[in-house]
């Protein structure tokens, strides 16, 4: 936390040595691995007077991807935090006292919000892969593996300004996921300085 809290000019000194609550708890999510056939068809930088042309193809990869099972993780946060490394897993017992969260979505909803998370991956790794502007993609989805999995994650809070925030770190690799106060001193100067060189 306190490397996250002074990675950023912008956020206010405070914050490295702010009062700190952390709580350990296994959340869960769906993690699907799948092959996919993907269809497309995009636009290209040409030498034409639009500047675009057509083209199409198809590709083949495997892909994974994770869809949050807790109602307080969002997919945005899980993306940030990811990866997580599944080579200790061990069937979950709950018998220690770590807290945990039992699935709030099912495999059937999961899966239909994955396939939709893989084919747009697929979609823009075509894209920056192909340099295309655009494209449209149809994939055929293969599933090779899905599970339910408990990942652990500190949800973090602390105070500052009177209110509360709230941030989330992997316990295995310590990333940071969340929204941190802005020193408005620093935004403020660095505005002005941009109007000033506006007007200069």
Do not use: C
């Amino acid at each position: 936390f306190r490397t996250w809290a002074s990675s950023s000019w912008f956020r206010p000194p405070q914050l490295r040595t702010a009062e700190v609550g952390l709580h350990l708890m296994m959340l869960p999510a769906w993690r699907f691995h799948a092959g996919l056939e993907t269809h497309w068809a995009g636009l290209k930088p040409a030498a034409r007077r639009s500047g675009k042309a057509p083209v199409a193809g198809v590709e083949h990869t495997q892909l994974t991807t994770m869809i949050p099972a807790s109602t307080g993780l969002s997919q945005a946060e899980l993306a940030a935090l990811q990866p997580f490394d599944e080579a200790p897993a061990q069937p979950w017992t709950g018998g220690d006292e770590t807290i945990w969260e039992p699935p709030a979505l099912t495999e059937r909803g999961a899966r239909a919000l994955a396939h939709e998370q893989l084919a747009e991956q697929h979609r823009r790794r075509i894209i920056a892969e192909r340099g295309l502007l655009h494209a449209r993609v149809s994939a055929l989805i293969e599933e090779r593996d899905a599970r339910l999995l408990l990942v652990p994650i500190y949800i973090g809070t602390f105070r500052f300004r009177d209110r509360p925030w709230r941030f989330l770190v992997n316990a295995q690799t310590g990333a940071v996921v969340g929204d941190a106060p802005l020193d408005w001193r620093k935004v403020f100067a660095i505005a002005l300085a941009v109007v000033l060189a506006i007007a200069v």
